[in-house]
T-cell receptor
Framework: GEDVEQSLFLSVREGDSSVINCTYT??????LYWYKQEPGAGLQLLTY?????DMKQDQRLTVLLNKKDKHLSLRIADTQTGDSAIYFC??????????FGTGTRLQVFP | GAVVSQHPSRVICKSGTSVKIECRSL??????MFWYRQFPKKSLMLMAT?????????EQGVEKDKFLINHASLTLSTLTVTSAHPEDSSFYIC?????????????????FGPGTRLTVL
C-alpha cells in the first residue's frame, strides 16, 4: 500500500531547531519531497531528495533519509515565526504521481 | 520560476449548480496536470491526472461524471464540479508537472496552484 505518515503537531520556540518526521511504506519511491502550506494557500516546494541520497542540506533545511527504515526527516535550523505552517512530505515512484503524508502543523512561539 | 494560477480563488454556489475551476501554467507548458482535494486539517488527496489532449485518469473512488476534467491546451486544465452538493465543499488544488528542462528530468517537479476554496450551500 501507499501510506505516508507524519505526526500531527510540533511546537517549538523561536530560534530552536525543528525536526519533522515522516515514514513511508513504498520502498521503490524514487523522489521524496517536503512541501510547506501556509493557511489558505497552496503548496510550496521546500526541498527534495533522491532515494539514492542520505542527506541534503539547503540553507536552514536539512533532509535526512533512512531508506532501511523508510524514514524521512526535515530539520529547520533557527526556526522563525514565519516558519509556522503545515509541512507535508510526499513520495513519488518514477512517475509524477505524488503521495502525500498527513501533514505536520508546526507552531513557532516567541 | 514556474508559476501556476487558479481561478477563482474562492467560490460559493448553491446546491445543484456546476462550478468550473481553471488551472493555468503561466510560464511553461504542462502536458500533465493534477487535481487534488484537501479536506480541513487533512492531507491532499489526488483526484485525477489530466493529460493534454486525452482523457483524464481518475483515482479510485473519484466519480468522473461528477468531476469533469478538460485539458484542452498545454497551459490550461479545468475541473468542473457538476451538480455540486455541500459535501463537495473543499479546497481544490491543481498542480502542473514541468520545470526548466521540460519533460521528466531531475530538475522537474510539480508546481502547485494557490488553490480554490469551494463552498456549496
Amino acid at each position: 500500500g501507499e501510506d505516508v505518515e507524519q505526526s500531527l503537531f510540533l511546537s517549538v520556540r523561536e530560534g530552536d531547531s525543528s525536526v519533522i518526521n515522516c515514514t513511508y511504506t513504498d520502498s521503490s519511491s524514487t523522489y521524496l519531497y517536503w512541501y510547506k502550506q501556509e493557511p489558505g494557500a497552496g503548496l510550496q516546494l521546500l526541498t527534495y531528495i533522491f532515494s539514492n541520497m542520505d542527506m541534503k542540506q539547503d540553507q536552514r533545511l536539512t533532509v535526512l533519509l533512512n531508506k532501511k527504515d523508510k524514514h524521512l526527516s526535515l530539520r529547520i535550523a533557527d526556526t522563525q515565526t514565519g516558519d509556522s505552517a503545515i509541512y507535508f512530505c510526499a513520495e513519488a515512484w518514477n512517475t509524477d504521481k505524488l503521495i502525500f503524508g498527513t501533514g505536520t502543523r508546526l507552531q513557532v512561539f516567541p | 520560476g514556474a508559476v501556476v494560477s487558479q481561478h477563482p480563488s474562492r467560490v460559493i454556489c448553491k446546491s445543484g449548480t456546476s462550478v468550473k475551476i481553471e488551472c493555468r501554467s503561466l510560464d511553461f507548458q504542462a502536458t500533465t496536470m493534477f487535481w487534488y482535494r484537501q479536506f480541513p486539517k487533512k492531507s491532499l488527496m489526488l483526484m485525477a491526472t489530466s493529460n493534454e489532449g486525452s482523457k483524464a485518469t481518475y483515482e479510485q473512488g473519484v466519480e468522473k461524471d461528477k468531476f469533469l476534467i478538460n485539458h484542452a491546451s498545454l497551459t490550461l486544465s479545468t475541473l468542473t464540479v457538476t451538480s455540486a452538493h455541500p459535501e463537495d465543499s473543499s479546497f481544490y488544488i491543481c498542480s502542473a508537472w514541468g520545470g526548466l528542462a521540460g519533460g521528466p528530468s531531475s530538475t522537474d517537479t510539480q508546481y502547485f496552484g494557490p488553490g480554490t476554496r469551494l463552498t456549496v450551500l
